[in-house]
């Protein structure tokens, strides 16, 4: 990594993740606080979704989000599919990439990045190759150049090249191009996954069985 890169990811991106969350956060409160009367009233309490996930170096931290998804139950009391709990609002809160708001708290908190790796389920940890571990070694983003490849849809293998080329190759640049085609992708509302547990089940399978 070059000196210049070197500077701006160790200082520069830091302040810069401070700076537009804080003024994102106060010039778009009135959203938020929109979004929290909505969410609460078509799909219920509690109005987060939250769930821990590995961050910078692998340490724990809570992601939060808007909840998408209702807490219908079959008669015995078993959520139901994520397909059938997921309404046409929270459709649109995935599509439009709006469940992801809550997260500029975790990057106001030092938890996330604004572009890095996407940060994956916590059991996903051991199935990790050592070059692949990289992408732990930057804090996770709310978007990143797997996501801006092919988002929910990207096949582990690849997801994983491409955080890892993310972080070896970190620069001013390269967010400015990840942040311009998020706001692409988010606009064209494509390759998002109805239910999400789908796309990383498959993702989980597949690591699963190349360990075995």
Not at 6 to 15: D, G
Not at 27 to 39: K, Q, T
Not at 175 to 199: A, G, H, L, W
Request: proline share 4%; glycine share 4%; charged share 30%.
């Amino acid at each position: 990594m070059q000196k210049r890169s070197m500077i701006y990811s160790k200082y520069i991106k830091r302040l810069l993740d401070i700076l537009i969350s804080l003024t994102f956060i106060v010039l778009f409160s009135w959203l938020y606080l929109i979004l929290v009367i909505l969410v609460r009233i078509k799909l219920g309490s509690p109005v987060l979704f939250c769930q821990e996930r590995p961050g910078y170096n692998e340490k724990i931290f809570k992601l939060y989000k808007f909840r998408t998804m209702t807490d219908k139950r079959d008669e015995k009391g078993n959520l139901l599919p994520d397909s059938e709990r997921l309404t046409k609002f929270g459709s649109m809160l995935r599509s439009t990439s709006l469940d992801e708001l809550p997260e500029m708290f975790n990057i106001l908190k030092g938890d996330m990045s604004l572009i890095g790796p996407r940060p994956l389920l916590v059991e996903y940890l051991p199935y990790y190759t050592e070059e692949e571990r990289l992408r732990h070694s930057v804090r996770p983003g709310l978007t990143g150049l797997a996501q801006v490849s092919g988002r929910n849809y990207l096949a582990w293998d690849k997801r994983l090249a491409r955080d890892v080329e993310y972080v070896n190759h970190i620069s001013f640049i390269m967010d400015v191009r990840i942040i311009i085609k998020t706001i692409m992708v988010v606009f064209k509302k494509e390759d998002v996954s109805v239910d999400t547990n789908v796309v990383e089940g498959y993702l989980w399978d597949e690591r699963q069985k190349r360990a075995e």
